[in-house]
């Protein structure tokens, strides 16, 4: 007779890492990620000896991460008899409640086992679920990641305002600003230097007839961003009906069709 014998694959990449017990965490989380090991473990191991291998190995890996032995022995006992004498309810389920609040601790805890009594005896048709949320982090004050500047920046709808006139263009670009901007400007986005083949611009063009002008990067602004050129159209031909910049001469390069 032959059959498949399953267990539990670990990468071998894989750190042992999990939550520490003494990181400031909610107990109820940290003891999750050792019951959903052993259930994982339970599903997917094909005999009792591969569970009983696997579930060593969980329990020497989150004792390394400073779980006390005795809480995980009680959570083994505790799950495995869950798992074999799982009764099935019948009829209608209780309505689910949510409370979020900030996690504080041991306070926090206490509140929340007072909550769940508050719910045994006082309302017990209901089924409140209390969750924690995280408090401020350093990222609630500062930027993790440096911003990118702002000729670099791609998938973008601009304007250029003209420092001597000032009028406008809006135009869109699914390139680097630095790159549309070189080639308003007739040269090289990578030497600077005048190309031989020019791209028609309407900024050139502006330049060219209002003396004193310049098409310098210092002239550019963003407007929007899209994550497609053709959300990008969109943005531009409704930004070139509102402001109705001069150098455009209010005509986009997509027409809007509104009924």
Request: proline content about 4%; hydrophobic content about 35%.
């Amino acid at each position: 007779m032959h059959r498949y014998i399953t267990s539990v694959y670990k990468k071998p990449t894989s750190t042992d890492l999990f939550t520490n017990f003494n990181s400031f965490t909610a107990l109820a989380y940290r003891l999750s990620v050792f019951r959903c090991l052993v259930y994982r473990a339970y599903q997917l191991c094909s005999n009792w000896n591969l569970f009983h291998n696997e579930v060593n190995m969980i329990r020497s890996t989150l004792m390394r991460n400073a779980y006390p032995s005795r809480l995980l022995d009680h959570i083994i006992k505790t799950s495995v008899s869950n798992f074999i004498n799982r009764n099935v309810k019948f009829g209608p389920q209780k309505e689910r409640l949510y409370i979020g609040l900030p996690f504080l601790g041991k306070t926090t805890d206490s509140i929340r086992r007072v909550i769940k009594q508050i719910n045994k005896q006082y309302i017990p048709d209901k089924d409140i679920i209390v969750f924690f949320k995280p408090g401020k982090r350093i990222s609630n004050f500062f930027s993790i990641k440096d911003r990118t500047p702002l000729e670099m920046r791609s998938h973008i709808v601009y304007e250029y305002k003209c420092p001597r006139c000032q009028s406008s263009y809006i135009g869109e670009t699914i390139r680097h600003l630095r790159q549309r901007a070189a080639e308003h400007r007739g040269v090289s986005h990578l030497t600077d230097r005048p190309v031989k083949s020019l791209v028609h611009s309407r900024i050139r063009d502006h330049c060219t007839q209002c003396q004193g002008s310049e098409c310098s990067l210092l002239n550019f602004k963003i407007l929007a961003t899209g994550c497609s050129e053709y959300e990008l159209l969109i943005k531009e031909r409704l930004l070139i009906d509102s402001k109705k910049p001069a150098i455009n001469g209010n005509i986009g390069s997509f027409e809007l069709l509104l009924t």
